[in-house]
């Protein structure tokens, strides 16, 4: 409760501790709070704090302009408490309609009560939740976020997954190397390859909205591991993105594919949740383009040095923005993305120079305004045919955004 | 000087008292073109401190307590007249020293930008200006732009950055800024830039008059207040044009989509990276870049071809290496055993070789790992 309110002004800061790692120690304590199933995934842990606070005579008299967010007296109330002889049945009435009119905010809550979780957690570290199985994070857009149709681009969201999913690892305290490898994999040289990623959005966030991630991870087959997300807009709790990953072990010097290790295992398994993939499997197959079935083709893509990760390898999500470069501009101004399949295939360095293929089923280019679902297929390949990247994506016409008729600023106003 | 009623300042420490301030309501059908702000013409600063900032006050406080700007963690200083807002450096954001990119940090000082102006009430179409701008067509366009870090923040770590803007001269504004490691409050690094107004139907840069500039000191400090005061400073240099030839270049860059703003034009961030382009591996290898400079001349579209071309610039003080003039392509001849480098570049257009920007950049060993 103190914290809440406490974090509730962040800039005269009396935040726990804050540095770097600290914050991240500071929200695992958090993270430890086991929440109450509201609903699939939904919890609340920040009021967890108000009982305890609750306190004596003093407080009964206020009961009735109990706010979950005001901070209650407590030293002084007890001494005043303590002064008087005490009556009993008087203070157990009264701690019972605490209790009871606490439990109604509790009920009520529902996903309202976020608001003061995440300004426990200001800087998006994120908690582990759910016994330990997903871990959420919050994000708000940033303005360079933005893509030119004033959403969020879908590289926004793919980074946010990323982000997501390596936190989780971190918090989950099995973070080997800054990859996702635990203690276990680095030392047998092995690293997790996204080999397939399914994304469906089903509305894009613009700036100002905050977006609540969960994400999770399953066993997928004997050896590989599906991580899972889901993207919430916090204030109303509306499905924004799901998104599917499968990924596969391999040995990062001889780049074969291994097995999941026995240490690793005891690692991970326990992490690994038996749900059902969030998204409907994907598994028509993916035809490969190239130059005489594919529509158009832009060449020439080049990596740039903020592409590169630690080991001057090309990050997947650049990999989309590459996908994209070749779709017709028509396309990006009158559709939006709404699902994609991608089977990864090769990395790309620093020197790779990439095409972008992509063919165009279901619509009309030439008559975009009157279509309505367009399905276009991909690839991304280094120039001397080596595949990267093969993908299917979905586009429905953009909805009707009020802000193109407001987007003016009057003259005069400010 | 200021035209304005004393009672602007009153309304400032109103404004600031509010904290999380909420976004005039205009703001959200503004947003819309937030890339806008990315563009040359975009962001800093000034406050719409017209006769009608009454309304202003009214229209921000009526958005107090939305989420997300509670939620933001910025806020204008108790003067008014700076504003601070704390960002977390994601995992996306760091690249191949495990540490935050410079293209990390010059987004994140667009978005601190941004978000003092929008919190000051500035125009909210990605423009960022003032009544009497749009009057006379005016916009802002960046001329100059010095980042300087001297430590780089890793995954997770929180910067938090100041920024404040003022007048430069008759015609220009500058904004400043300093970003702190939020945890041990050190300096890690500090930027400048300058702006001036262009009027947008003719192109021209144009001399503002008195009222217009009026209208924005008002959220300026008065006194001079630098980020970075030093005399010697790289960011008052002139930058030379490059020697042809160039020692290294990069040629048939090409902007992304994901480059460029609302107006089709290609954002700032998107020149300091093609920056380092023509870079030698051997200087990125080994050297981490301690500041850049560059000035903007002209606007790249999405369908230009860019070429990148550095060549090496001496130290002052230091001898040059007559190997290092007639380098060209491979950079090898360059003593990697120095502490500091230091480059010229250029960024021009593919077809007809007219400069896009000029830059300089210095650079400094990486600590052994």
Known sequence: MVAAAAAFFPVTSSLPDSGGNKIGAGNANLGGLKSKHVSAGLQVKANAHAPPKINGTKVSTSVENYKHEDVLPSSQSSRTFINQLPDWSMLLAAITTIFLAAE???????????????????????????????????????????????????????NHLQETALNHVKTAGLLGDGFGSTPEMCKKNLIWVVARMQVVVDRYPTWGDVVHVETWVSASGKNGMRRDWLLRD??????????????????????????????????????????????????????????????YIR????????????????????????????????????????????????????????QSLISVYDAG???????????????????????????????RPKPVNHFDIANQVPAGST | MLKLPCNGVDRVHLMSQCGFMGRPTSFFTGRSSVKGFRSTKAYPVQAVASAKDGAVVNRVEADIGSLANRLRLGSLSE???????????????????????????????????????????????????????????????????????????????????????????????????????????????????????????????????????????????????????????????????????????????????SDLDMNQHVNNVAYIGWVPESMPQEIIDSYELQSITLDYRRECQQNDIVDSLTSVEALEGAEVVPELKSTNGSGKAMDDKQERQQFLHLLRLSNEGLEINRGRTEWRKKAAR
């Open chain 1, 299 to 354: 060449s020439g893509l080049s990596p740039r040095w903020s592409d590169l990760d630690v080991n001057q390898h090309v990050n997947n999500v650049k990999y989309i923005g590459w996908i994209l470069e070749s779709a017709p501009q028509s396309i990006l101004e009158s559709h939006e993305l709404c699902a994609m399949t991608l089977e990864y295939r090769r990395e790309c360095g620093k020197d790779s120079v990439l």
């Open chain 2, 79 to 257: 003067d008014g007249l700076s504003y601070k807002e704390k960002f977390i450096v994601r995992s996306y954001e760091v690249g191949i020293n495990k540490t935050a990119t410079v293209e990390t940090v010059a987004n994140l000082l667009q978005e601190v930008g941004c978000n003092h102006a929008q919190i000051v009430g500035f125009s909210t179409d990605g423009f960022a200006t003032t009544t009497t701008m749009r009057k006379y067509h005016l916009i802002w366009v960046t001329a100059r732009m010095h980042i300087e870090v001297y430590k780089y923040p890793a995954w997770s770590d929180v910067v938090e950055i100041e920024t404040w803007c003022q007048a430069e001269g008759r015609a220009g504004t500058r904004r400043d800024f300093i970003i702190k490691d939020y945890a041990t409050n050190e300096v890690i690094g500090r930027a400048t830039s300058k702006w001036v107004m262009m009027n947008e139907d003719t192109r021209r840069l144009q001399k503002v008059s008195d009222d217009v500039r009026d209208e924005f000191l008002v959220y300026c400090p008065r006194e001079l207040r630098l980020a970075i005061p030093e005399e010697n400073s790289n960011c008052l240099k002139k930058i030379p044009k490059l020697g042809d030839p160039a020692h290294n270049s990069r040629l048939g860059l090409m902007p992304r989509r």
């Open chain 1, 104 to 158: 109604k905010q509790w009920m009520m809550l529902d996903w309202k009560p976020r608001r003061s979780d995440m300004l426990i957690d200001p800087f998006g570290i994120g908690k582990i939740v759910q016994d330990g199985l997903v871990f959420s994070e919050n994000f708000s857009i940033r303005s360079y976020e933005i893509g030119a149709d004033r959403t969020a681009s879908i590289d926004t969201i793919m």
């Open chain 1, 234 to 295: 916090y204030n109303t709790g509306e499905i924004l993105t799901r998104a599917s990953s499968v990924w596969v072990m391999m040995n990062k010097h001889t780049r074969k594919l291994s097995k999941i290790p026995e240490e690793v295992r005891g690692e991970i398994g326990s992490y690994f949740v038996e749900s059902a993939p969030i998204l409907e499997e994907d598994d028509r197959k993916l035809a490969k383009l190239d130059d005489s079935t594919a529509d």
């Open chain 1, 365 to 395: 280019v030439g008559n975009l305004a009157q279509s309505g679902r367009i399905e276009c297929q991909h690839l991304l390949r280094l120039e001397d045919g080596a595949e990267i990247v093969r993908g299917r994506t979905k586009w």
